[in-house]
């Protein structure tokens, strides 16, 4: 693979889909080659499988199953954009990824982290993110944040947001234990500070882990 492989995760109203429009910009004016995709989704049957679980079809089913589609969307999302973009050589920035599994249906969902570890090893199929932002906030202020966005769009919550604050609260823990046990892809960010902080904050850790791409791209990249 010759392109990075970036992904951003954080509980609701972290600040990823604006960090991610602001980390693009940074790199496209390097001329760096750069795509951004999300989960669940990105892909045309991935996006089928997240209107079906975000519009909460899914939970009666319970985490396990939830879990699973999140699997098979991941598997069509890879196949169809992340592994050919990285081979071309184009960096994949990623609105949540595997450990979100880990930390939703995983931690918070109560599945047992043998069955998730083999989850991902079938899914994935070797495919891990270089670096992983996880972007840290209390529960309550990641809420009120997507919340004023969804009341300033007319939209209500949806399958996880309406969660109560006790699941939110599980998730941060969730994720500062991923990052705890994987120091050398994950790096913790503050996200309840400006955005320009958390922009900075950001940059200064991808300029320390992956300085080929915090330069300007003036050969094809070699980066893998
Ligand atoms: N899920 C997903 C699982 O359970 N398992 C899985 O395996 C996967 C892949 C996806 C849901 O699916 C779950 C997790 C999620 O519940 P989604 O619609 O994609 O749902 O929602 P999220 O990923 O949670 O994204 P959000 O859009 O809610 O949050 P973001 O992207 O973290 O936040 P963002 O940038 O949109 O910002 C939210 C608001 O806050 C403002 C923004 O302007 C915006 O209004 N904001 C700030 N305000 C103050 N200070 C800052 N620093 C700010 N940064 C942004």
């Known amino acids: 693979m010759a392109g990075c492989f970036i992904t951003f995760e954080g509980g609701e109203g972290a600040g990823k889909?604006?960090?991610?429009?602001?980390?693009?910009?940074?790199?496209?004016?390097?001329?760096?080659?750069?795509?951004?995709?999300?989960?669940?989704?990105?892909?045309?049957?991935?996006?089928?499988?997240?209107?079906?679980?975000?519009?909460?079809?899914?939970?009666?089913?319970?985490?396990?199953?939830?879990?699973?589609?999140?699997?098979?969307?991941?598997?069509?999302?890879?196949?169809?954009?992340?592994?050919?973009?990285?081979r071309s050589g184009t960096h994949v920035l990623c609105d949540r990824f595997a450990d979100s599994t880990r930390?939703?249906?995983?931690?918070?969902?109560?599945?047992?982290?043998?069955?998730?570890?083999?989850?991902?090893?079938?899914?994935?199929?070797g495919v891990k993110p270089h670096l992983t932002f996880i972007l840290d906030l209390p529960a309550e202020v990641g809420l009120a944040r997507a919340g004023a966005r969804q009341a300033g769009k007319g939209e209500g919550a949806d399958r996880f947001e309406e969660e109560d604050i006790s699941f939110h609260q599980s998730l941060r823990q969730a994720y500062l234990s991923i990052a705890q046990a994987e120091p050398k892809r994950c790096v913790v960010i503050n996200a309840d500070q400006d955005p320009d902080e958390v922009e900075t904050a950001i940059w200064t850790a991808l300029r320390e882990r992956l300085p080929p791409m915090t330069e300007p791209a003036t050969r094809p990249l070699d980066v893998a």
């Open 103 to 125: 930390a939703y249906q995983g931690s918070v969902g109560n599945i047992d982290k043998g069955l998730i570890d083999q989850l991902e090893t079938v899914t994935l199929q």
């Open 17 to 86: 889909s604006t960090q991610i429009a602001r980390l693009k910009n940074r790199l496209g004016q390097l001329a760096q080659p750069v795509i951004v995709t999300r989960e669940p989704g990105g892909s045309p049957h991935a996006e089928e499988i997240r209107a079906f679980i975000l519009g909460g079809h899914a939970k009666h089913l319970g985490p396990f199953a939830e879990a699973l589609l999140f699997a098979a969307a991941r598997i069509d999302h890879l196949d169809k954009t992340i592994t050919p973009a990285l």
